[in-house]
């Protein structure tokens, strides 16, 4: 069975904290991703990795930095938390060799962040 | 750039009825695929049913159906004999094939607002 997990369910973080936001799939997966989910504005790519060590920014990936030094971990950084970034934080992955299957992304069960 | 929307914030419907969430998309590209996806009050989302742009036939997954609207750029997705378990929100989503440094390939997935489903006993 498919499956990707995230570190934390809930965070709590204050102001100017460093935070980390770990991701952990266990498909073998190519590609994956960091999405912020907020109300009102769907789900928005923060960053993508598609190999050890690669990344490329998405729409939204101002105030955020990522690290992938392993293919099953993605880990997205807060280098100093703000106020703005509380959110639901999503983790996806996807087969990046099948054409067929580059599509259809998995996703976590989210990281719910407040910055107090 | 793609684009979604969703126009409901939220709907509600009564058990083992049918129900019809509305979808736009914008794209210039050719190729696509467009998707529903369903995020449960426990929050992993989940994907309900996928379609090919270049399929006219509108795809059908068990209770879960979409009417596809290409020169409209329309995809709705109906539920029929709903459940209480549909209770979710749900995201349409577009995708196009992006070709990365790599090498390699992506779906780049842009998602609407979202619907909050709500299903009465």
């Known amino acids: 069975d498919v499956k990707v997990t995230q570190s934390s369910r809930y965070l709590v973080k204050r102001t100017g904290e460093k935070v980390f936001l770990e991701c952990v799939q266990d498909?073998?997966?190519?590609?994956m991703f960091w999405y912020r989910q907020d109300p009102g504005l769907g789900l928005r790519l923060i960053y993508f990795s598609y190999d050890v060590k690669m990344k490329e920014k998405g729409d939204i990936p101002e105030g955020y930095s990522v690290s992938r030094e392993k293919k099953e971990r993605f880990s997205l950084i807060l280098e100093s938390a703000s106020t703005n970034q509380t959110s639901m934080y999503l983790c996806?992955?996807?087969?990046?060799?099948?054409?067929?299957?580059?599509?259809?992304?998995?996703f976590g069960p989210g990281t719910r962040l407040t910055v107090t | 750039a793609q684009t979604v929307t969703q126009s409901q914030p939220e709907m509600s419907v009564q058990e083992a009825e049918t129900v019809t969430l509305s979808c736009t998309y914008d794209?210039?590209?050719?190729?696509?695929?467009l998707f529903w996806y369903k995020q449960p009050p426990s929050r992993q989302m989940i994907l309900v049913i996928r379609?090919?742009?270049?399929?006219?036939q509108n795809a059908t997954e068990n209770r879960f159906s979409v009417n596809f609207q290409k020169a409209a750029k329309s995809f709705s997705l109906k539920i029929s004999d709903s459940q209480l378990g549909d209770t979710a929100m749900y995201f349409c989503a577009s995708a196009v094939t992006i070709a990365n440094a790599g090498g390699t390939s992506y779906g780049k997935l842009t998602f609407g607002q979202g619907t909050i489903l709500t299903v009465h006993p």
């Open positions: 379609q090919e742009a270049y399929k006219q």
């Open positions: 996806a992955s996807t087969n990046g060799r099948s054409s067929g299957l580059i599509y259809e992304q998995y």
């Open positions: 794209t210039s590209e050719n190729n696509y695929y």
């Open positions: 498909m073998d997966h190519e590609n």
